[in-house]
């Protein structure tokens, strides 16, 4: 079965060619090694939507799969309306983040979606193709939602992969790598390799759905990782890693397992991950730092007590400054995540997140206003407040923000002020890095709330 596996034209703002799509590399992976050959990923991410149609014209595909996030869920499924109107043979699968969650709303209001797979599909897909190819019956596969007999049916759900050794490295076949650049944090874009190794999480932040998506925290084993690492620079010559996990060094010793892993190897690398800054200590960061790693991205959100504890982050101050002294002491550099106008939050909760930024002084800034993701406690709270309900997620609208404490304008004034704050305390050197990238940070952002972000030019009188 000739198989397209899309990623779809990224939401407004989002910058394109940052990141490959690893999930469909992964699908594409597990195919090919049970036998399904003609397999092909494309990357949408910086194309126009309407490119769906001479790829599919000149591709003859029988099935189209593609993956959704909620940003550009209405990019996703023109896309797959497209497909049906080319060729309403065509079998269109969704599967990713969105879909999982908002699956019974995606099958009530969209005809031309015929299968979702929900959460990790890598073994969904397989069992899917050899069920389709069979014309056996689909209620024996686990995990997906389909129409029948204009009915809905939701199959039975898939249990979690516990072995993630098991899976093939992703399949990259159809991607030019080299193109996927780090362009946040170097002056001069340069070429990156992206790898996961953990899925799920122990949190329950209330704004994050990788808890109610992906489960409880489950890791490859270092050896597993490392071999896929060596193999992404001797077959694609990348010298940078990105990992994308959620917490990477969640578990302390797999972290210092990881670092030494990579010197005993001779892996001249450099790379990053995110973390918690409850899961960090000195001398980790100093065998970190020694293996190569560069820049630590954590997910701090606020320097409020009050404002962590609407959250549910669980997380102290205390941890945060230790966190980014002992960075500082060992040479890694740091990016400070920030969220703006979370439940609770007030000029005094700001002003505390102010105060934590100057004490801690970080390398980078990235500011968020408060999105609403479905499938989050945050989700549940906007709507017993009155604030959304789910048919947002039937517009064209990217972002839904929360709105119980401050406004879209407020919260785009007080991002301003904390870049412009932040930019302050780098001296020259902190307004060069903000007029480079332009508040690249908030890249999920429309352009017209971007602009106004940006300085303002004085009228001349």
């Known amino acids: 079965m000739k198989t397209l596996l899309l990623s779809p034209k990224m939401a407004s703002g989002w910058q394109p060619n940052i990141m490959p799509p690893i999930g469909l590399g992964y699908l594409k992976a597990c195919l090919l090694k049970e036998g399904f050959?003609?397999?092909?990923?494309?990357?949408?991410?910086?194309?126009?939507v309407e490119s769906i149609r001479e790829i599919i014209q000149t591709e003859s595909p029988e099935i189209v799969g593609i993956t959704t996030f909620t940003e550009a869920r209405h990019n996703a499924l023109k896309t797959v309306a497209i497909a049906k109107e080319i060729n309403p043979r065509v079998k269109t699968i969704l599967g990713g983040v969105h879909a999982t969650v908002m699956?019974?709303?995606?099958?009530?209001?969209?005809?031309?979606?015929?299968?979702?797979?929900?959460?990790?599909?890598?073994?969904?897909?397989?069992?899917?193709f050899q069920a389709l190819s069979n014309a056996d019956d689909l209620r024996k596969v686990k995990g997906i939602v389909y129409h029948q007999d204009g009915e809905i049916v939701v199959t039975e759900e898939r249990e979690k992969i516990r072995d993630l050794d098991a899976l093939p490295f992703p399949n990259y076949d159809d991607l030019d790598l080299k193109k996927y650049k780090d362009t946040?944090?170097?002056?001069?874009?340069?070429?990156?390799?992206?790898?996961?190794?953990?899925?799920?999480?122990?949190?329950?932040?209330?704004?994050?759905?990788?808890?109610?998506?992906?489960?409880?925290?489950?890791?490859?084993s270092i050896s597993n990782v490392l071999d896929e690492i060596e193999w992404l620079v001797s077959q694609y010559g990348h010298k940078i890693v990105g990992i994308?996990?959620?917490?990477?060094?969640?578990?302390?010793?797999?972290?210092?397992?990881?670092?030494?892993?990579?010197?005993?190897?001779?892996?001249?690398?450099?790379?990053?991950?995110?973390?918690?800054?409850?899961?960090?200590?000195?001398?980790?960061?100093?065998?970190?730092?020694?293996?190569?790693?560069?820049?630590?991205?954590?997910?701090?959100?606020?320097?409020?007590?009050?404002i962590l504890k609407n959250l549910n982050k669980k997380q102290k101050i205390e941890d945060v400054v230790n966190a980014f002294a002992w960075c500082k002491k060992v040479g890694i550099k740091t990016i400070f995540n920030v969220i703006i106008g979370a439940p609770g939050e007030t000029r005094a909760t700001i002003e505390e997140t102010r105060n934590l930024i100057k004490k801690t002084r970080p390398s980078e800034l990235s500011v968020a206003?408060?999105?609403?993701?479905?499938?989050?406690?945050?989700?549940?709270?906007?709507?017993?407040?009155?604030?959304?309900?789910?048919?947002?997620?039937?517009?064209?609208?990217?972002?839904?923000?929360?709105?119980?404490?401050?406004?879209?304008?407020?919260?785009?004034?007080?991002?301003?002020?904390?870049?412009?704050?932040?930019?302050?305390l780098n001296g020259l050197s902190g307004y060069a890095r903000l007029a480079k990238f332009g508040f690249h940070v908030l890249k999920g952002t429309p352009g017209k709330a971007v602009s106004g972000l940006l300085p303002r030019k004085r009228r001349s009188s």
């Open 244 to 306: 994308a996990d959620d917490i990477f060094t969640l578990n302390k010793a797999r972290t210092k397992e990881f670092c030494q892993g990579i010197l005993n190897r001779g892996l001249r690398i450099e790379w990053r991950s995110a973390t918690r800054a409850d899961c960090v200590s000195l001398e980790m960061l100093e065998l970190m730092r020694e293996a190569g790693c560069q820049f630590l991205s954590f997910g701090v959100e606020s320097g409020s007590p009050t």
């Open 369 to 424: 206003l408060l999105r609403i993701y479905p499938g989050t406690a945050l989700w549940k709270q906007a709507q017993d407040e009155g604030l959304c309900d789910d048919s947002f997620f039937l517009t064209d609208q990217e972002c839904m923000r929360y709105t119980g404490a401050m406004s879209v304008p407020e919260m785009l004034q007080t991002a301003r002020g904390i870049y412009l704050m932040h930019a302050g």
């Open 184 to 220: 946040y944090v170097s002056w001069k874009p340069k070429p990156a390799a992206y790898i996961i190794t953990s899925r799920g999480c122990p949190f329950s932040c209330s704004y994050c759905s990788s808890q109610s998506v992906w489960g409880n925290w489950r890791a490859r």
């Open 37 to 48: 050959k003609e397999v092909k990923v494309v990357d949408m991410s910086g194309l126009k």
């Open 103 to 128: 699956y019974q709303q995606i099958m009530e209001n969209y005809p031309a979606v015929d299968i979702i797979c929900r959460g990790e599909s890598e073994r969904t897909i397989v069992e899917l």
